[in-house]
């Protein structure tokens, strides 16, 4: 099973790049769930991790996930420039104001660009803010998105395993759990899921502290027993 892990600097890829992880998520100001970095940073970032894919976060704020006019045009501006980059992918989300259902319109336009240099798709947590997840995964698909990063719902992630469940059944896109999972739950959540994605946990003392390469090893080690 894949590990993902969150890289926030270019320290954070140096490390991580000597571990066992399997991906690299890249981002800026988890303070705020993580928003879209420098590109001098992931350039930067792709020369150390040469053998960890490194997928970009493409978030303009933290404002909602219904983004203004401004906002949608900055998104599109990122993954123009990212997209001319090696890096592996985006990881982003819009979500329409008011019925918090996927932005299609807007969406195929971002996906548009990405798919130009065959970059992978990954809806980041807004996903679990939509109405149905059926029908939003129905629509990721048909967009092209691989992956969707969930949590499962609203709850800490080991209250979800039903809907994790559910989600991976439907065959349609990638289940990557994200949110709350470490080193206690690792081996339980990979039971229900396809791949993991882990932040805080891997860290020394939360966010504002240095990777932890023991952590991630031993979480890579907890999910790939049988």
Same mark, same amino acid.
């Given at each position: 099973?894949?590990?993902?892990? @969150?890289?926030?600097?270019?320290?954070?890829?140096?490390?991580?790049?000597?571990?066992?992880a399997d991906r690299i998520e890249y981002c800026h100001t988890m303070v705020d769930?993580?928003?879209?970095?420098?590109?001098?940073?992931?350039?930067?970032?792709?020369?150390?991790?040469?053998?960890?894919? !490194?997928? %970009?976060?493409?978030?303009?704020?933290?404002?909602s996930f219904a983004y203004s006019w401004l906002a949608y045009q900055r998104m599109?501006?990122?993954?123009?420039?990212?997209?001319?980059?090696?890096?592996?992918?985006?990881?982003?989300?819009?979500?329409?104001?008011?019925?918090?259902?996927?932005?299609?319109?807007?969406?195929?336009?971002?996906?548009?660009?990405?798919?130009?240099?065959?970059?992978?798709?990954?809806?980041?947590?807004?996903?679990?803010?939509?109405?149905?997840?059926?029908?939003?995964?129905?629509?990721?698909?048909?967009?092209?998105?691989?992956?969707?990063?969930?949590?499962?719902?609203?709850?800490?992630?080991?209250?979800?395993?039903?809907?994790?469940?559910?989600?991976?059944?439907?065959?349609?896109?990638?289940?990557?759990?994200?949110?709350? %999972?470490?080193?206690?739950?690792?081996?339980?959540?990979?039971?229900?899921?396809?791949?993991?994605?882990?932040?805080?946990? %891997?860290?020394?003392?939360?966010?504002?502290?240095?990777?932890?390469?023991?952590?991630?090893?031993? @979480?890579?080690?907890? !999910?790939?027993?049988?």
């Amino acid at each position: 099973m894949k590990l993902e892990v @969150i890289a926030t600097s270019i320290a954070d890829v140096k490390a991580i790049s000597q571990s066992q992880a399997d991906r690299i998520e890249y981002c800026h100001t988890m303070v705020d769930g993580g928003l879209t970095p420098k590109i001098k940073e992931v350039k930067q970032a792709l020369l150390l991790a040469d053998h960890q894919p !490194i997928n %970009v976060m493409i978030r303009p704020n933290a404002k909602s996930f219904a983004y203004s006019w401004l906002a949608y045009q900055r998104m599109k501006w990122s993954v123009y420039q990212f997209a001319k980059t090696d890096v592996n992918g985006f990881v982003l989300g819009i979500l329409k104001k008011g019925s918090n259902e996927i932005d299609e319109k807007r969406l195929k336009k971002l996906v548009k660009i990405a798919q130009k240099q065959n970059k992978e798709l990954v809806f980041h947590r807004a996903i679990d803010q939509v109405p149905s997840y059926s029908q939003a995964l129905d629509t990721l698909k048909s967009l092209g998105f691989k992956t969707i990063l969930t949590t499962g719902g609203h709850q800490a992630i080991t209250k979800n395993f039903t809907t994790l469940d559910q989600l991976q059944k439907m065959h349609k896109v990638i289940i990557l759990a994200g949110g709350g %999972v470490n080193q206690d739950n690792a081996k339980e959540v990979s039971l229900h899921v396809d791949e993991l994605h882990v932040g805080s946990s %891997v860290r020394v003392n939360g966010w504002d502290s240095s990777i932890d390469i023991e952590k991630i090893n031993q @979480i890579k080690k907890l !999910i790939e027993k049988g």
